[in-house]
Nanobody, 119 residues
Framework: VQLQASGGGLVQPGGSLRLSCAAS????????MSWYRQAPGEQRELVAF???????NYADSVKGRFTISRDSSKNTVYLQMNSLKPEDTAVYYC??????????????WGQGTLVTVSS
């Protein structure tokens, strides 16, 4: 199983970006899917997660600005980021708990996509 993240880039403060992360491989189903981020010199932190049933939760720092969603038929998770601030600058990683066709449940990470918020 592989997770491929995309959508990062350079954006001005107040701007928007949409991240995508697609899981591929021997997938039976995807359970919870999440986005984490890691700023330079900081620990990786949870930004948002979404369960297989669509329940979401967000870090306080992004509530009201970021929206996580998923397309389970495509095993893809999205992160819509609005009103971006310089402090949102980080490498963003997707994370998914997946049940493989061999009935094994494991957690996988994407490769990370850099988001830079700067004027």
């Amino acid at each position: 199983v592989q997770l491929q993240a995309s959508g990062g880039g350079l954006v001005q403060p107040g701007g928007s970006l949409r991240l995508s992360c697609a899981a591929s491989g021997s997938i039976f189903s995807s359970r919870s899917m999440s986005w984490y981020r890691q700023a330079p010199g900081e620990q990786r932190e949870l930004v948002a997660f979404i369960t297989s049933g669509g329940i979401t939760n967000y870090a306080d720092s992004v509530k009201g600005r970021f929206t996580i969603s998923r397309d389970s038929s495509k095993n893809t998770v999205y992160l819509q980021m609005n009103s971006l601030k310089p402090e949102d600058t980080a490498v963003y990683y997707c994370n998914a708990n997946i049940i493989t066709t061999a009935a094994i449940s494991s957690t996988y990470w994407g490769q990370g996509t850099l988001v830079t918020v700067s004027s």
